[in-house]
């Protein structure tokens, strides 16, 4: 063995012992960190509505397709938001967070950390300052969905939202974020991991292996669902049944600002509310483009999420339909317009940069573990003060926007450290 080789394998063993270490370390910091409370708090009934008289002070002509005997209506503030992986939730994620600030509303937000530890199953004791009784208007962080523990802390007139993107994009991103939190992607030979993967999975997916819920049907799984069930499982049709039952709304990725117009017009809400920059957006050389016969296995490697997606893809074009094509059309066009519009006001060049590129640390976007291939955006420089808190708030990235709003995410960004010293 040549001086440097015995170099290179040196530095490999040390950063695998500090690798075990710190994983080790972070697993106690996370026991630790979960709230000494009664796993069966005092059961208080919620009360119908949390809405509170602000929310009432904004009232605004109901739109043809409510049905609605009065001319005027108020916006819904009582909102669960089932925040899918990889669906461009954290883009929503900053409407939900400007909209609640607008309204002055409560948010069921989780503490010390950026998600409800997922992905155990959701409780309301996980919950930042949780006491039976307490009202809540929204809850939006990363869960595995339960239905029960939902119902026991929103109220009662709560609208429930979700969003869909289809399975083959969905699973090439969430390889690209999450393979290297799942062990047994790291045995896949080749550069081109997501092809050797798909060309014979079963060769490399360990049903009980870390995180793999990541790699398979990830979205049944956030939902509360058992991803590993074959397609042809009439379980599979009886979890589809309960998510359509439970949700009000549930978008669409593909067709982001259609679905906004349907939030709009469910919620009450106005055109400003629905104003929006891309975040979390990957740089495009770190996309792996799918050839027909690869989408095709992705699909069937999905094949429950796909079952998901088609039936939601159809419900979402029949309320499409309702609302009137032309008049989806012509609103679309005025919220692109606005956000055009909003880009020019705001964003340095107009358009999101690679990180290296982005000179305020506090508008840096979170990265995955080994790269960084998530974009974000300077803040224009002489922002007219109209338009000053806006700009910012539009482009502040979810772990930032967080902060702002009062969660201590003391493991999340302990969990960052740890991967710059092990340097990834």
Not at 113 to 132: E, G
Not at 173 to 185: D, K, Q
Not at 244 to 273: G, N, P, Q, Y
């Amino acid at each position: 063995m040549t001086g440097k080789q015995g170099g290179q394998w040196r530095s490999m063993y040390k950063r695998l012992i500090l690798g075990t270490l710190l994983t080790g370390c972070m697993i106690l910091l996370y026991c630790f960190s979960i709230q000494q409370i009664s796993f069966n708090p005092p059961e208080v009934p919620v009360p119908y509505s949390c809405a509170h008289s602000p929310s009432n002070l904004y009232p605004k002509p109901a739109t043809k397709s409510q049905n609605n005997s009065s001319q005027q209506c108020s916006p819904k503030v009582d909102i669960m938001f089932m925040k899918t992986h990889k669906t461009a939730s954290s883009t929503f994620l900053n409407i939900l967070f400007r909209f609640g600030e607008k309204h002055r509303l409560q948010f069921a937000f989780p503490d010390s950390r950026n998600d409800f530890f997922y992905p155990s199953f959701f409780q309301r004791s996980q919950v930042k300052d949780y006491k039976p009784g307490m009202c809540f208007n929204i809850i939006c962080n990363h869960m595995r969905f339960n239905a029960a523990e939902i119902e026991k802390l929103l109220p009662l007139d709560t609208t429930y939202i979700t969003i869909l993107r289809d399975p083959a994009e969905l699973f090439e991103s969430s390889f690209h974020y999450f393979g290297r939190l799942a062990p047994f992607t790291w045995k896949i030979p080749g550069d081109n991991k997501l092809k050797e993967f798909l060309l014979d999975p079963h060769s490399y997916f360990d049903l009980e292996g870390y995180n793999s819920f990541y790699l398979k049907n990830l979205l049944f799984f956030d939902f509360g669902q058992d991803n590993t069930l074959e397609p042809e499982d009439p379980r599979v049709e009886e979890g589809i049944r309960l998510i359509s039952k439970r949700f009000h709304l549930v978008m669409l990725v593909e067709h982001f600002e259609e679905s906004l117009i349907l939030l709009k017009d469910a919620l009450c809400w106005d055109m400003d509310d629905l104003l929006f920059f891309k975040l979390n957006a990957r740089k495009g050389s770190t996309v792996s483009k799918l050839t027909p016969e690869l989408r095709a296995r992705a699909l069937k490697w999905n094949a429950i999420d796909w079952k998901l997606y088609q039936h939601f893809n159809q419900t979402f074009w029949k309320r499409v339909d309702a609302y009137g094509r032309l008049r989806m059309a012509k609103d679309v066009a005025e919220l692109r317009r606005r956000n055009k519009e909003m880009a020019s006001i705001c964003i340095e060049g107009g358009h999101a940069v690679d990180s290296s590129s982005i000179q305020e640390t506090d508008m840096q976007p979170w990265q995955p573990i080994g790269e960084k291939s998530i974009m974000g955006y300077n803040l224009k420089k002489n922002v007219d003060k109209a338009h000053q808190k806006l700009c910012r708030k539009m482009l502040t990235p979810e772990l930032q926007y967080l902060t702002e709003l009062g969660v201590n995410l003391w493991i999340t960004k302990l969990w960052g450290h740890v991967r710059d010293i092990i340097n990834w």
